[in-house]
C-alpha cells in the first residue's frame, strides 16, 4: 500500500512557476511508475504527465509540453513537477498517482494509488 501527499500549490499569476512535489510512504517507491493528473472545477480529472520508475523516459499532455518538467529522486520517495509559463487554464487540482506498469498511463483508472492534490490557481 503507498501513502501519497502533494504539496507546493499555491497562487500565483500567469507567467509564473511553481513547483510540486509528491511525497511517497509505505511501499517500494522504485517499483512504481507516477503521474500527474489534474481536475478542475466542472470538468473530468485529466492526465498532465508520467515517468517510468527509473525516471529515464517521460511523457506529457500536449497542453503542458515544454512548459511542465516531471522528475523524481527514488532515494528520497519523490516525485515533482515544475510548472513554468503558467497559464490561467492551468488552474486545477494537482493530483499525483502510483502504478506499477507503464502502459496506458494516461488513463485515470488505471492508476492504483492517488494524493489527495493540491490546489494551484493561476491568475490572469
Known amino acids: 500500500q503507498v501513502q501519497l501527499v502533494e504539496s507546493g500549490g499555491g497562487l500565483v499569476q500567469a507567467g509564473g512557476s511553481l513547483r510540486l512535489s509528491c511525497a511517497a510512504s509505505g511501499g517500494t517507491f522504485n517499483s512504481y511508475m507516477m503521474g500527474w493528473f489534474r481536475q478542475a472545477p466542472g470538468k473530468e480529472r485529466e492526465f498532465v504527465a508520467a515517468l517510468t520508475r527509473s525516471g529515464s523516459r517521460t511523457y506529457y499532455a500536449d497542453s503542458v509540453k515544454g512548459r511542465f518538467t516531471i522528475s523524481r529522486d527514488n532515494a528520497k520517495n519523490m516525485m515533482y513537477l515544475q510548472m513554468n509559463s503558467l497559464r490561467p487554464e492551468d488552474t486545477a487540482v494537482y493530483y499525483c498517482?502510483?502504478?506499477?506498469?507503464?502502459?496506458?498511463?494516461?488513463?485515470?483508472?488505471?492508476?492504483?494509488?492517488w494524493g489527495q492534490g493540491t490546489q494551484v490557481t493561476v491568475s490572469s
Open positions: 498517482a502510483a502504478k506499477p506498469h507503464w502502459y496506458l498511463i494516461t488513463r485515470t483508472d488505471d492508476y492504483d494509488y
